[in-house]
Structures are given as structure tokens and as C-alpha cells.
């Protein structure tokens, strides 16, 4: 039982962290963006946005395998019942929310901060990054309900992973294997270890939030 | 060119949605010099600043500096020869050390003993690692004042600097300003309402009204034998605004 554990455990992190890795890249300067500017149709996009934030993942599980499947648009690739598959359905799931949440986090900050900034000196990226450490709590938060929504989603990874044994077979669809199985004990178990990753993940992330910072 | 002037503002007006803000027909500012503008709340002070700052355009009008026409938006490289302390300014996460810092930093400047002089002249010394959070009004005004002067740029603007400040700082301020340029030639624009502040630090006062620059005299003479009778009205507190 110890080398399937694992293997599901490193994938579950493969899988998880890349996603979130994805949603950070994208979602974050793009959460700072929307916060900072104003054009037409914004308000469509956060609408977007936030109805994106609450996404089932069983829903996105469902479109990314019509995408993936042989008739799809991204059929050619050969994705479908892969690890990648489940990370773009995850990415699919995690990318509003760190989104939305950024945006939320850099719209509290007071407005006149970028032409103070500016004022002593700082260019645009100096003044992107110095808005993103203001931000850092807020962003924090975004990457922890980021990872949260997918971490424990069964939905989407069952759709498109399909659970199988070795190759996509994660933390949190082992346990409805096993549920369904009648191993109620390995599936506790799992459980477990899966609430156990996400302290252990939280926990890092939380003590980096109250790390302090070096400014320029 | 008069190589002289930091500043020269001609027919510099501005506008916010189409409403008048600030009108200046001709103003020169010097090398070394210290500027006192005054004036009522609302009178275009802070735009005027705003505007020296090179970080918003004229609706029209001219603005020289360094003796060069300002070309619109400036560019990073002529922005950093000027900084401001804002009427509310906002500190950075991080320690008041870091925040002094940090606008020298960005320049590739690390200047930690001078920073913590200033701290100390102005009497922050010992809340040099405190996190800048919990900081008053009067020591956030404090570090901001700290953090535009350990820049060491040529050109500085302060709106109300002093205001919510004790008179031990008030004179601790003044007294750097003066140093400033004594040792390094800086000019200073500072808004202030302390008439009296105006009158022993200041080479010139000029007096804003609606937008309009009334007079700009030698402070013996603004304050003594103005020249307009609205600068006498502003000074005898006649002036209902």
C-alpha cells in the first residue's frame, strides 16, 4: 500500500501545484490589472469573473472532457484521462477565484498609492511590485481559496483523469474509490492525508503571509 | 536658457471636467530656492504641486524644466529629480527604516546611515525597525518627510509638511530644509497655512486665489508692504473663502 500512496500523493501535488502555479501566473497580474483600470465592459468581465468563483467542478469536468474528447476541438491533443487534462480543468476551477480575490485585495488599496509611488521615483514594474506587497495578504488569500478549490474537487478530476490506477489517480478520487469500495478505513485514512496536505500547505503559505517584507 | 531656473511656468493652466483650476501666467522658480506658497484651501495649491511634480499635463500652457519644455508624460529619468510629500501620505509595509529607503533604493542608492540621521533628527530614532504601521499621524507625516529628503533629489515639493506637528518638529523640518540647500543646493516648493513658517523659511511667498497667482515677493515684502491689496485682505484674515 505504501508506493500507491505515494505515487498518489506526488500527483496530487504534481497535479494541484501546477494548476495553482498556472492560476498564480495568470490570475494574479491580471486580478492587479482589473483592480487599477478602467474601461468599457469591465464590468462584464468581473461579472464573469466572481460567477466564475463558484464554478461546480464537476460542470468544468464535464466541458474540458467534451473539449478533450476524440470529437472536441482539442481532441488532436490526446489529453483526455491524463494528468494534464485534470490540470487544465483545475486551472479552469482555481484561475477565477485567485483572480477575483486579487482583484478584491488590490481594490482596497488606497487609490493615491500609485502616484505616491511614482513620485519617489518608482517606474511601472517598480510600482506594480510595490502595489502587489501592499496587496500580499490579499493575494495570499487568493492562492489559499485557489488552492482549496482544487485540492478537494472530485468532480473534475474523476471526469477527465478517470481515477486510473498509477497514471491520474489522486488523493481526493482514491477516497470515493474506496468509499464505493467499502474500505471506509483506507478511505478515512486518505482523507486524512488529504487534510493533512492542506494544513500543511495552508500553514506554509499563512507564516510566509505574516513574514515581513523588504520594500524596493 | 537661464540655467539659473529650475522652473518656468508660462500661460500654465489646468483644468478637472472642464472646470477652471489653476491659471498661472508666468512664474520662475530658482536654483536653491525656497518657495512658500499660500493661500486658501482649494485656492490650486496641491495642483500647482501636481503639476512642478511633472506628473499630470496642463490643459495649456508651458511648463520649462531644467530649462527643457516638459514633453508629455515625463519619463522616469527627469521624474526623479523631483519628489513630493503629499498633504496624506501613504506608507509602505515593512519597517520605517525600509520605508525611508525606499525611494533611494529604487535609484540604486543605499544610504542607511544618512536614513537613520534623518530618523534621528527628526526624532525617530528609536522606531527605525518598528513596523510602519502602527505609526501616528504626526510620525507618519514624520517618515514620509524622511523618506522624500534621503532621496537626495534636487528638487523637493512638500504640501503642508508641517501641519499636525509639534514645534519642536515643525523646527527640525525648517532646519533640514535649510541644510538642504545650504549643502546641496535643493530647491523647495512648500505649501503651508503657517504664515509664520512662510515668513522665516521661505526666500519668496506667493499667494494663490481661485487658481490665480496674486503676488510672489521676498517674505519682507509680502508681509510687510504688499503689493496687492488681496495679498493685505489674505494677511489681515479679511478674506472670507
Not at chain 1, 489559499?144 to 489517480?169: C, K, P, W, Y
Not at chain 1, 467499502?182 to 493533512?196: M, Q, S, V, Y
Not at chain 2, 489646468?14 to 485656492?43: C, M, N, Q
Request: charged share 20%.
Amino acid at each position: 500500500m505504501i508506493d500507491p500512496f505515494w505515487e498518489v500523493l506526488r500527483l496530487t501535488l504534481q497535479v494541484t501545484g501546477l494548476a495553482l502555479g498556472v492560476a498564480a501566473v495568470a490570475g494574479i497580474p491580471s486580478g492587479l490589472i482589473l483592480a487599477r483600470s478602467r474601461f468599457r465592459g469591465r464590468g462584464v468581465v468581473v461579472a464573469v469573473i466572481y460567477t466564475g468563483m463558484g464554478l461546480p467542478p464537476v460542470v468544468v469536468g464535464l466541458v474540458v472532457y467534451l473539449l478533450l474528447s476524440r470529437s472536441g476541438i482539442l481532441g488532436p491533443l490526446a489529453w483526455l484521462f491524463t494528468p494534464r487534462a485534470m490540470i487544465l480543468a483545475q486551472i479552469i476551477i482555481a484561475l477565477p477565484v485567485v483572480t477575483g480575490l486579487t482583484m478584491a485585495a488590490a481594490e482596497a488599496i488606497n487609490p493615491e498609492l500609485s502616484l505616491q509611488l511614482r513620485s519617489l521615483g518608482a517606474n511601472p514594474a517598480q510600482e506594480a511590485r510595490a502595489v502587489l506587497g501592499e496587496a500580499q495578504p490579499g493575494v495570499l488569500a487568493a492562492l489559499l481559496a485557489g488552492f482549496g478549490a482544487i485540492i478537494s474537487e472530485v468532480g473534475a478530476a474523476m471526469l477527465v483523469g478517470g481515477n486510473i490506477d498509477g497514471q491520474t489517480r489522486v488523493l481526493s478520487t482514491a477516497v470515493v474509490l474506496e468509499t464505493r469500495r467499502g474500505n471506509f478505513g483506507l478511505a478515512l485514512a486518505l482523507g486524512g492525508a488529504l487534510l493533512t496536505l492542506a494544513f500543511i500547505v495552508n500553514a506554509l503559505l499563512l507564516r510566509f503571509q505574516g513574514s515581513p517584507r523588504r520594500l524596493g | 536658457m537661464n540655467a539659473d531656473l529650475v522652473f518656468r511656468a508660462k500661460e500654465l493652466r489646468k483644468d478637472y471636467g472642464g472646470a477652471f483650476t489653476l491659471g498661472i501666467d508666468d512664474l520662475e522658480i530658482r536654483r536653491g530656492e525656497i518657495l512658500a506658497l499660500v493661500g486658501p484651501t482649494g485656492s490650486g495649491k496641491s495642483t500647482l504641486l501636481r503639476l512642478l511634480h511633472l506628473l499630470e499635463s496642463p490643459t495649456s500652457g508651458t511648463l520649462e524644466f531644467e530649462g527643457r519644455p516638459v514633453v508629455y508624460p515625463a519619463g522616469v529619468s527627469i521624474r526623479r529629480r523631483i519628489t513630493m510629500v503629499f498633504q496624506r501620505p501613504l506608507l509602505l509595509r515593512g519597517s520605517v527604516l525600509d520605508n525611508v529607503l525606499y525611494g533611494a533604493r529604487l535609484r540604486g542608492r543605499l544610504t542607511p546611515d544618512k536614513a537613520l540621521s534623518l530618523l534621528d533628527s527628526l526624532g525617530l530614532g528609536n522606531l527605525a525597525n518598528a513596523p510602519a504601521f502602527p505609526l501616528s499621524g504626526g510620525e507618519i507625516q514624520r517618515v514620509a518627510v524622511a523618506r522624500a529628503f534621503a532621496i537626495g533629489c534636487p528638487v523637493l515639493l512638500l504640501d503642508e509638511p508641517t501641519a499636525n506637528l509639534d514645534p519642536a518638529h515643525v523646527h527640525g523640518i525648517e532646519r533640514i530644509i535649510r541644510s538642504l540647500r545650504e549643502e546641496s543646493g535643493v530647491t523647495t516648493v512648500i505649501v503651508t497655512h503657517n504664515l509664520p513658517q512662510a515668513r522665516r523659511l521661505a526666500d519668496r511667498v506667493a499667494l494663490l486665489l481661485d487658481g490665480r497667482l496674486i503676488e510672489a515677493a521676498e517674505p519682507n515684502r509680502f508681509f510687510d508692504h504688499p503689493a496687492d491689496p488681496r495679498t493685505m485682505a489674505f494677511l489681515r484674515g479679511d478674506m472670507v473663502w
